[in-house]
């Protein structure tokens, strides 16, 4: 974030952008797509998110184009975030794990999303070897989208809303990991689009030292005004994301979109 700004860009092939790109809508189409997002932006913006999903609706096919596009950010000097949101109990838990966050795994990427609604404490296999092989993971806590305040604004009998819950653990987490200063690498999904919810539930992002996801800037209606209530005293630790709003300037307009995104993400958070 330092070296490229606060900026993390979506590779989300949507059949929309495909079609919009020339592309089709098969493996080979979204492989092209994604492919051409990390030669236009790798080395230029601080993280890549491939989109699992989107991949994985091509079988195996698709999958092997999202080896290729995770293998391709490698050695860019951009980190790759695999958005696969996971979570199990702990057992198979360290399955997701090694097919993430292992050295030399076909899928590793340097970090993932995970779910912590089987429990924070079932996510730490992956945390574990995370700290090992030099990886992260982001824990979503208050996510982007509406229906998500039902389950993460929910108080607890201690009076702590399950999202303050969520955010208290990774400050733990980090606090018992292997950074001693400055961010952990145990981060944090807090959506740009989540208004007063930080102050109103008595969350302190800054005290977590998560880094933190920021999705929801662009297509989901945040811009600037979103991502500078939201981050108030924990801006040094956004990496503010945005996928469609970008993808859809097209291959030759991504470079111009990237810029102006950052700007604006610059200017939100006075970075
Ligand atoms: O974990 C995520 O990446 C994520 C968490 C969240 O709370 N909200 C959210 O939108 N995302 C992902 O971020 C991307 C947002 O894409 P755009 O809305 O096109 O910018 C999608 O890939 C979502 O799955």
């Known amino acids: 974030m330092d070296e490229h700004g606060p900026l993390c860009v979506g590779i989300d092939p949507h059949p929309g952008l495909l079609a919009a790109w020339g592309l089709g809508d098969d493996a080979a189409g979204l492989r092209e797509f994604a492919l051409r997002v990390v030669e236009a932006l790798g080395g230029r913006v601080a993280a890549l998110k491939p989109q699992s999903a989107l991949f994985e609706r091509h079988g195996s096919a698709g999958v092997a184009a999202l080896e290729e596009v995770l ?34 795994a076909p ?18 296999p992956a945390v574990e070897l995370a700290h090992q092989t030099g990886r992260g993971v982001f824990v979503l806590a ?19 809303s399950v999202a303050a819950g969520v955010v208290d653990g990774v400050g733990a987490l980090n606090a018992a990991g292997p950074a001693a200063q400055g961010l952990g690498s145990v981060g944090l999904v807090v959506g740009a689009t989540v208004g007063p919810a930080v102050r109103e539930l008595g969350i302190d992002l800054a005290a977590s030292r998560a880094p933190l ?10 811009g600037r005004a979103e991502v500078t209530e939201v981050f108030a005293g924990a801006e040094r630790a956004v990496l503010a994301s945005t996928s469609r709003a970008v993808l859809a300037a097209g291959p030759d307009g991504l470079l111009r979109a ?10 939100a958070l006075g970075r």
């Open 258 to 267: 990237v810029e102006d995104a950052t700007a604006e993400v610059r200017a």
């Open 107 to 124: 899928l590793a990427a340097d970090a993932v999303t995970l779910s912590p609604y089987l429990g924070l404490g079932s996510l730490a």
């Open 142 to 160: 208050l996510t982007s989208n509406p229906e998500g305040a039902g389950v993460q604004h929910a108080v607890g009998p201690d009076g702590r």
């Open 71 to 104: 293998g391709a950010c490698r050695g860019t000097g951009t980190l790759s975030v695999l958005d696969v949101k996971r979570g199990d109990i702990g057992s198979t838990m360290a399955g997701y794990a090694q097919a993430y966050l292992a050295d030399g």
């Open 213 to 222: 996801l920021a999705p929801g800037f662009g297509a989901q209606g945040a």
